[in-house]
C-alpha cells in the first residue's frame, strides 16, 4: 500500500500539487528510517550507513517506478534528501539530549577511513544554520540538502530541483560561504 | 527573497570570478554608498576560501549515530490490555502488530493497528479513527471484527480487531486445487459480505484477493478497511471526516475501476467492478488487463478505455512461447482441477456474460449490487437462466449472423464488402473513410444487389467454387464480370459498377476503380433524371477518387458538383451531405484554401452532432478530420484532443481491432511525431500496426503506411537498421499495389533519402531524393508544398556536404514555396529557416544564424509542446551562434536549456545530445570557464 501511496502522492507532486509534500514526506520518512535500521540492525547488519545509497535505495523501494516518468525520479531524490537530513538531525538531536554533553557521537563525513569526522553538534548546528538561511534564500537550502544530506551530484542536484546546473554551482558557493561563517562564528 | 540578498548574491559571485586579490577592490568599489553591504561581502568571500564541513557529503554515518531503543522495545510495549509481538504489516496508514492480551483469563491473539510514534500526521490519524469507527459498525461472519480500541499514553489512536489465520483468496483456492464451483461458493460468501457493508453504508474501495483471507476452515473474512468511505457521514459520529482530497487516494492499480482511476465519484458500484476483477482472476488465473510495465497513463487508457478479454479466451492466451503457455494453461486448470479445453467451455456463455456486466466502464451498466451479482452467479451453479445479457453490441452482431443463415458465402460477402469498405488507404485516409460509411449505410439498402451477387456465386459450377479460400480478388473479378452480363437491368448494373469500383479504390488499383465508378456515373446519368440522388453519390465516389489519386482540381469540380446536387436533394440536414461536405473540405485543404475549408469542416461536425448525438460513427468521422485539419494548420494540441475523441467513439462502437481504430491510431502517432514525442509515436503506430496485421493481409497499403511511420519515428531515435526494414517493407508493398507516381510512395521514397542522408550515404541520399522530387512534380507541380519540403531536405543534404551556395539557393526556393502556400506562424516554416541558419552558422555568420534560429524557434514554440526535442535542438544552434559572437551568458542559457532537453529525449548516446554537449563544452572552452568544460566533457566521455 505505501508504494502505490508514495506514487501517486509523487505523481501528483510532479503535476504541480506541492501541497501532496505535507503527506508525502512523513511517508517517505517513515520508510526511509525503517529501511536505515534495517541496514543497520537487520540481517545486512552494516556498521555504517551509506546516506546516498540510502536515498537511492528508497527510490527503488517506495516508488513504483515502472508506473511514473523518469523525471518524477529525480524529484524523489530531492525529497529523500530533505527527509535523511529530517532523519539525522532528529536523530541528533534526540541522541544529543540523552547524552547531555556527555560522549559526543561521532559522525564520519566523506573519505572511507574516517579521517574526517564532524560531531553531533555540527549536525544540529548545519541544521540549525540552514533554518535561518532557509528564510533568506529557500532554494539555497534545498541545494544544501541535495549535496550534503543527499549526496546528489551537481547534476542530480539540478534535475531534483528543476533548475540548471549553473544555477546549483552558483547556489551551492553561495549558499557554502554563508553557512561557514554562520558556523565559524 | 530579499532584493539585499539578490545584490550580494550577484557581487559574490561576479567577485569570485576575480582574482583573491582583486576582490576587495572590487566589492568596495561596487558598494561604496553601502559600507555594510561590504562588510557583509567581504566577510562571505573570506568563508569561502575557508575549508568547510559540507564540502564532503554526508556519506556514511555509524551504526551507533542510528541507534535508537524504540525499534528493540517495540515488542515488550504494551498497548491497552494487549502486548505486541511482533510486526504483521506496515503501510502509510499506520502498522499492524500481533498482539496478545496480557491478563491470565484470556489467551486471545489479535491484530493490533497502531500509528507508531515518530512522525505522524493528522491525516492518517483521523483515518485509523474512521476506520476505527468504520468496523465498530460492521458485525458480519465475513468481516474480521473490532475487538478494542483506545488511545495509548502518548496519544496515538490504536485498534484491535480479530486475528485471521488464513490465506489470501487466491493462494488459498490454487492451494487447495478448489473447482470452478467450489470457487464460485467461496465467491458468493465475499459477496454477501460486500453487500452487508453497502447496506451499513460503507464502500470499501480497496479490494484484492490480498485482504481477503480465507481461514482453514473455509471462512471467508474481509479485512482492511482502511481507505473505505461511508456514504453517510453522519455515522462518523463527531469525529470529523478524513480530508481525503482526490488524487491522494491510494489505490491499487490492477484492482482500480475506472471511475477511480479518473478520481470521479466513487460509489459501490466501484466495489462492484472490484469484485469482477477478482472473480475473473479467481476463475481464470489471469486479470483482466495486464498493465505490468505501464506507465500512469497508459494504464489509464488500459481501464478505462479497453475491453477486457473475455474470461474464456483468457484461459487460452497464447504467448510467444507455445510449449510454455500449455504448461501455463495446463497449470491453471490443475489448480482447478480441470483440464484445459474444460476450463473454457466451463466459463464461455454466461460466467463470461455475469463478469463482463460487472467489469463494465459505466458505473451505472454494472450489477445494481453485489447481492445481484451473487444471485446470478448462484444461479448459473444451480442451473438457472441468468439476468446478464451480453452487451449490446455483440448481441446486435448475433442477430444479424442469424439473419444472414443462407450460407458461409453470403456471410464472406457481407464481410468482404465491409471489410472491403472498411479498409483505408492512404495516409490521411478520412476520405475512404467517407466511402466507408456510405458503403455501410448502402449495403443495408442494396441487399438486392448482395443477393445478386451470391446468386452468381452460387450458380457458378460448384466444383470451381472456392469455398472459403475465395480471395476478394477472384471474387471481384466475378462481380465485375456478372455486372457486364446485366444489360437489361441498368440501375443494378450501375450499382455494381459503383460498388466494385468502390472496392479497388479501397485497394488502391485507382485505375481498374476508375473506369467503373465513370461507368457507373455515366450510366446514372443516361437512366436518371438531372438531380437524382444516385447520380450524387456517383460524383462524390468519383471525386474521392481523384482525391485518392492526388489530382485535387479535378477532385473539387466533382465534389461541387456532388455538393450542390445533395444540397438540393436534401435540403436542411443530412449524414450524405456531410459526408461530401467533408470531402470538399479535404480537397480544399490539400489545394491549401483552408478558409474555405474550415467551415465546411465545422458544419459537417455540427450537422453530425445534430442527427446523430455524441457517439456515433458519422461523429467520429468528423472529428477525425477536422483533428487532421488542425493538424495541418499546426495546432497541434487541438488536433490532439480531436482525434482522442475520435478514437474513443470508434473503440466504443468497434471494440479495439478494427481497421477505424487503427487508424485513429496512426493519425495519433503522425501527430505525437510532428510534435516531436517519438516514444509516444512509436506506442500508437505499433498499436496501428498489430490491430491492421490481425485484419488485413499484409500487401495492404495500411499495413505500408504502418510500416513507413514506424521507420520514421526509428529514424527519429537513430534506430536506422530498423527504420530501412521498415521503410524496404513500405516501399515493396506501395510500389505493388499504388500508382507508380503516388504521393504515398514519393513519401517513402523521401524517407529513405533522408535515412542515407543521415547515415552519411550522401550518394544514395541524393539519388532518392531526386527520384521522390520527380514523382512529386509529376503528380503535384512545381509549386506544391510537398515539392517545397523535398527542396527543403536536398538542401539540408547539400549543407550536409558543405554545398553551401547550393544549398543557400535550393533552401531559399523551398522557403518561397513554402510562403504560397503557408502564412509566417506555420510550423513547417521551421524546416528551411534552420537549414539557412545551419549555413550562417558554418560560414561564421553567427548574427545572420541567430536572426533565422530565432525565427525557427518561433514558428516551432508556437504549436510544438514544451520539451519537443526539435525545439531543444534549435536552442542549442541558437546557443551555439550567440556563443560565436560572444554572448556568452545568453549563449550558456539556450545551449543547456537545449541539451537538457534532448538529454530528456534522447538520452545522453544520441548524435543529436552528444552534438549538443560539444557545443556545450565548445562554449566554455570559449568563454574560458575550465572547471565546466571538465564537467561535461565528462558527461560527453560517459
Redesign the interface.
Known amino acids: 500500500?505505501?508504494k502505490?501511496?508514495?506514487t501517486?502522492?509523487l505523481?501528483?507532486h510532479a503535476s504541480g500539487?506541492r501541497n501532496?509534500l505535507?503527506?508525502l514526506m512523513?511517508?517517505v520518512?517513515?520508510k526511509m528510517?525503517?529501511m536505515?535500521?534495517f541496514r543497520?540492525?537487520g540481517e545486512s547488519n552494516?556498521?555504517?550507513?551509506?546516506?546516498?545509497a540510502l536515498v537511492h535505495e528508497a527510490y527503488l523501494k517506495l516508488v513504483d517506478f515502472?508506473?511514473?516518468?523518469?523525471?518524477n525520479r529525480d524529484h524523489f531524490f530531492g525529497i529523500a534528501s530533505q527527509v535523511m537530513r529530517n532523519i539525522?538531525v532528529d536523530?541528533?538531536e534526540?541522541?544529543n539530549a540523552q547524552k547531555r554533553g556527555g560522549d559526543l557521537?561521532?559522525?564520519?563525513?566523506?573519505?572511507?577511513d574516517g579521517s574526517?569526522e564532524?560531531n553531533?553538534i555540527?549536525i544540529i548546528s548545519?541544521h540549525q544554520a540552514l533554518e535561518r538561511l532557509e528564510k533568506?534564500?529557500?532554494r539555497q537550502v534545498r541545494v544544501?540538502e541535495c549535496?550534503?544530506?543527499?549526496?546528489l551530484t551537481?547534476?542530480e542536484t539540478s534535475k531534483a530541483l528543476d533548475i540548471?546546473?549553473?544555477t546549483v554551482n552558483?547556489d551551492w558557493?553561495?549558499a557554502?560561504?554563508?553557512?561557514?561563517?554562520e558556523?565559524?562564528s | 527573497m530579499s532584493s539585499e540578498w539578490k545584490i550580494i548574491k550577484e557581487i559574490f559571485l561576479e567577485a569570485l570570478e576575480l582574482e583573491i586579490d582583486k576582490r576587495e577592490n572590487f566589492v568596495r568599489n561596487k558598494c561604496r554608498d553601502h559600507p555594510d553591504r561590504a562588510d557583509e561581502l567581504l566577510s562571505l568571500l573570506q568563508a569561502h576560501e575557508q575549508k568547510s564541513p559540507l564540502d564532503h557529503p554526508l556519506q556514511t554515518v555509524k551504526k551507533s549515530f542510528l541507534d535508537d531503543d524504540w525499534s528493540r522495545k517495540i515488542s515488550d510495549r504494551k498497548i491497552g490490555p494487549f502486548k505486541i509481538i511482533r510486526e504483521l504489516d506496515r503501510g502509510g496508514m499506520g502498522m499492524i502488530y500481533l498482539a496478545e492480551r496480557d491478563d491470565d483469563q484470556f489467551h486471545q491473539k489479535v491484530a493490533l493497528k497502531l500509528i507508531p510514534a515518530g512522525i505522524t500526521s493528522e491525516n492518517q490519524t483521523l483515518r485509523l479513527i474512521a476506520e476505527r469507527q468504520i468496523l465498530s459498525n460492521l458485525n458480519h461472519r465475513n468481516i474480521a471484527k473490532l475487538l478494542d480500541g483506545g488511545i495509548t499514553e502518548n496519544g496515538h489512536p490504536w485498534f484491535a480487531m480479530e486475528f485471521i489465520e488464513g490465506l489470501p483468496i487466491d493462494i488459498y483456492c490454487d492451494e487447495k486445487q478448489l473447482s470452478i464451483s467450489e470457487r464460485l461458493k467461496l465467491f458468493i460468501d465475499v459477496c454477501s459480505a460486500i453487500q452487508y457493508a453497502h447496506q451499513k453504508l460503507v464502500i470499501h474501495r480497496d479490494l484484492k484477493p490480498s485482504n481477503i483471507l480465507v481461514t482453514e476452515d473455509g471462512i471467508v473474512k474481509l479485512l482492511d478497511f482502511g481507505i473505505a468511505k461511508t456514504l453517510n457521514p453522519e455515522d462518523l459520529n463527531d469525529h470529523r471526516v478524513p480530508i481525503t482530497k482526490t488524487g491522494l487516494l491510494p489505490l491499487t492499480p490492477a484492482y482500480a475501476s475506472p471511475e477511480q482511476i479518473r478520481n470521479e465519484t466513487i460509489t459501490t458500484a466501484a466495489d462492484i467492478y472490484q469484485l469482477g476483477i477478482i472473480l475473473y482472476e479467481l476463475l481464470t488465473g489471469f486479470r483482466p488487463y495486464d498493465i505490468t510495465g505501464k506507465t500512469p497513463s497508459e494504464i489509464e487508457q488500459i481501464v478505462c478505455h479497453t475491453e477486457p478479454t473475455r474470461p474464456s479466451t483468457a484461459v487460452t492466451k497464447i504467448p510467444a512461447d507455445r510449449t510454455e503457455s500449455d504448461q501455463t494453461a495446463k497449470k491453471i486448470s490443475t489448480a482447478r482441477h480441470t483440464r484445459p479445453e474444460l476450463l473454457q467451455k466451463h466459463l464461455r456463455g454466461d460466467l463470461d456474460t455475469i463478469i463482463l456486466k460487472a467489469l463494465r466502464k459505466d458505473p451505472e451498466r454494472r450489477y445494481e449490487s453485489a447481492e445481484k451479482l451473487a444471485t446470478d452467479l448462484s444461479n448459473f451453479l444451480h442451473g438457472q437462466s441468468v439476468s446478464a445479457h451480453p452487451d449490446s453490441l455483440i448481441y446486435r452482431g448475433q442477430k444479424f449472423v442469424k439473419r444472414h443463415t443462407i450460407g458461409v458465402l453470403s456471410t464472406i460477402v457481407m464481410l468482404l464488402l465491409l471489410l472491403g469498405y472498411a479498409a483505408t488507404i492512404t495516409w490521411h485516409s478520412q476520405q475512404t473513410e467517407a466511402a466507408l460509411l456510405q458503403a455501410q449505410q448502402e449495403t443495408l439498402k442494396a441487399e438486392q444487389v448482395t443477393d445478386l451477387l451470391m446468386e452468381m456465386f452460387e450458380a457458378s459450377d460448384p466444383n470451381e467454387y472456392p469455398g472459403l479460400t475465395i480471395t476478394a480478388g477472384e471474387l471481384l473479378e466475378r462481380g465485375v464480370q456478372s455486372a457486364e452480363q446485366l444489360d437489361g437491368q441498368p440501375e443494378i448494373q450501375a450499382q455494381m459498377f459503383d460498388l466494385t469500383g468502390r472496392i479497388y479504390m479501397n485497394l488502391g488499383q485507382y485505375e481498374l476503380a476508375e473506369s467503373l465508378l465513370k461507368r457507373g456515373l455515366d450510366l446514372r446519368q443516361n437512366i436518371f433524371q438531372p438531380g437524382h440522388v444516385d447520380i450524387s453519390k456517383s460524383l462524390h465516389n468519383v471525386g474521392v477518387l481523384y482525391w485518392n489519386q492526388g489530382h485535387y482540381q479535378t477532385a473539387e469540380e466533382y465534389l461541387r458538383e456532388a455538393l450542390q446536387l445533395k444540397m438540393e436533394i436534401y435540403k436542411g440536414q443530412s449524414e450524405s451531405l456531410a459526408t461530401t461536405m467533408t470531402s470538399l473540405a479535404i480537397v480544399l485543404k490539400e489545394l491549401r484554401r483552408f478558409d474555405e475549408a474550415e467551415p465546411l469542416y465545422r458544419d459537417a461536425l455540427e450537422m453530425n452532432l445534430d442527427l446523430f448525438g455524441e457517439t456515433h460513427e458519422s461523429v467520429a468521422f468528423s472529428l477525425n478530420n477536422l483533428g487532421n485539419y488542425l493538424e495541418s494548420i499546426g495546432e497541434y494540441r487541438q488536433a490532439e484532443e480531436y482525434y482522442l475523441q475520435s478514437l474513443n467513439i470508434y473503440r466504443e462502437l468497434y471494440g479495439e481491432n478494427h481497421p477505424m481504430v487503427a487508424g485513429r491510431l496512426n493519425n495519433l502517432g503522425g501527430l505525437q511525431s510532428v510534435m516531436g514525442n517519438s516514444r509516444e509515436a512509436m506506442a500508437y503506430h505499433e498499436e496501428a500496426l498489430r490491430i491492421r496485421q490481425s485484419i488485413f493481409d499484409e500487401m495492404h497499403p495500411d499495413i505500408a503506411e504502418s510500416y513507413h511511420h514506424l521507420a520514421e519515428v526509428h529514424m527519429d531515435l537513430e534506430y536506422f537498421d530498423e527504420a530501412e526494414g521498415y521503410l524496404e517493407k513500405a516501399l515493396s508493398i506501395r510500389r505493388a499495389v499504388l500508382d507508380p507516381a503516388h504521393p504515398n510512395t514519393s513519401q517513402t521514397v523521401n524517407l529513405l533519402g533522408i535515412l542515407k542522408s543521415r547515415t552519411g550515404d550522401y550518394e544514395a541520399a541524393t539519388k532518392f531524393y531526386q527520384e521522390s522530387l520527380e514523382m512529386k512534380i509529376k503528380q503535384l507541380g512545381e509549386d506544391h508544398s510537398e515539392v517545397g519540403i523535398q527542396l527543403n531536405n536536398i538542401g539540408l543534404l547539400l549543407v550536409r556536404q558543405e554545398r553551401f551556395s547550393e544549398a543557400m539557393e535550393t533552401l531559399k526556393r523551398s522557403k518561397e514555396i513554402m510562403n504560397i502556400h503557408y502564412d509566417d506562424d506555420h510550423p513547417l516554416q521551421t524546416y528551411p529557416t534552420l537549414g539557412i541558419g545551419h549555413i550562417y552558422l558554418r560560414t561564421d555568420e553567427p548574427v545572420n544564424a541567430e536572426h533565422y534560429f530565432r525565427e525557427a524557434l518561433r514558428t516551432q514554440s508556437i504549436s510544438a509542446v514544451e520539451g519537443s526535442w526539435l525545439i531543444g535542438n534549435i536552442k542549442s544552434v541558437l546557443g551555439s551562434s550567440l556563443s560565436q559572437q560572444k554572448k556568452f551568458e545568453e549563449a550558456e542559457s539556450y545551449l543547456l536549456e537545449g541539451y537538457e532537453i534532448l538529454e530528456e529525449h534522447f538520452g545522453n548516446n544520441h548524435a543529436r545530445t552528444q552534438d549538443a554537449l560539444e557545443r556545450v563544452v565548445e562554449l566554455y572552452r570559449d568563454w574560458d570557464k575550465p572547471e565546466e568544460v571538465y564537467v561535461y566533457q565528462e558527461i560527453l566521455i560517459e
Open positions: 500500500m505505501g502505490a501511496q508514495i501517486k502522492l505523481q501528483d500539487n501532496v505535507d503527506e512523513p511517508l520518512y517513515e528510517q525503517q536505515a535500521r543497520l540492525f552494516d556498521h555504517i550507513l551509506n546516506t546516498n515502472d508506473r511514473i516518468e523518469w523525471q539525522l536523530y541528533a534526540k541522541q557521537q561521532k559522525v564520519t563525513l566523506g573519505e572511507k574526517k564532524v553531533l555540527d548545519i533568506i534564500d529557500e544544501v549535496r550534503f544530506f543527499g549526496g551537481i547534476k540548471s546546473i549553473p552558483r558557493k553561495m557554502r560561504a554563508w553557512l561557514n561563517r558556523l565559524s
